[in-house]
């Protein structure tokens, strides 16, 4: 089975250093066999989550937007690669809505027991990896600290 790779860039600048560093990360994906997709989330305009509650009984987000796009692609995916710059000591809004938005996700797996949408096996990929590509603009000790997975 071919390993999909999903590649999330979180800053606004194409092109810029988070971009740089995730098409790097990609193109060794596709080198070793992966396939892969990038999406820029500046371009799919994710709206925040609304915590309104209404993906409480159906895990499924009610907001209409092009987060729809994106559920499938995660829930394919073997390896989601996530590029951001640090801004404010965390990640970019245009990640952080994205990264809210799966909260009808987390509701559907922990609050309800069912397994992900479109997911095509009822375990999904039980080795889904992360991956979390960073960078700063300050020099000094625990810039990526509240951004990064915790340790
Ligand atoms: C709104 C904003 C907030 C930022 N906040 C931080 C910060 O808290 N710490 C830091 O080290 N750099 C900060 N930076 C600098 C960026 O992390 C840095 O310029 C980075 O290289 C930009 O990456 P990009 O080229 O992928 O967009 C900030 C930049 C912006 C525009």
């Not at 993906?55 to 729809?68: A, F, K, L, S």
């Not at 952080?96 to 009808?104: E, F, P, T």
Request: hydrophobic share 35%; aromatic share 6%.
């Amino acid at each position: 089975m071919e390993i999909y790779v999903l590649g999330l860039l979180g800053s606004p600048r194409a092109g810029g250093n988070s971009d740089l560093l995730l098409d790097s990360f990609l193109a060794g994906a596709q080198e070793s066999g992966g396939e892969t997709e990038k999406l820029i989330l500046n371009e799919l305009q994710i709206r925040p989550c609304q915590e309104c509650g209404g993906c409480d009984g159906t895990g499924i987000c009610i907001q209409e937007d092009r987060m729809r796009e994106v559920y499938p692609k995660l829930e394919k995916a073997h390896i989601v690669a996530v590029a951001s710059p640090i801004f404010f000591s965390g990640v970019t809004a245009q990640l952080k809505a994205m990264i809210d938005r799966c909260q009808c996700n987390w509701v559907r797996r922990y609050r309800l027991g069912r397994p992900p949408q479109d997911t095509p096996s009822p375990q999904g990929h039980k080795d889904r990896l992360g991956v979390f590509l960073s960078v700063r603009g300050q020099m000094g000790r625990g810039i990526f600290d509240a951004a990064g997975p915790a340790r």
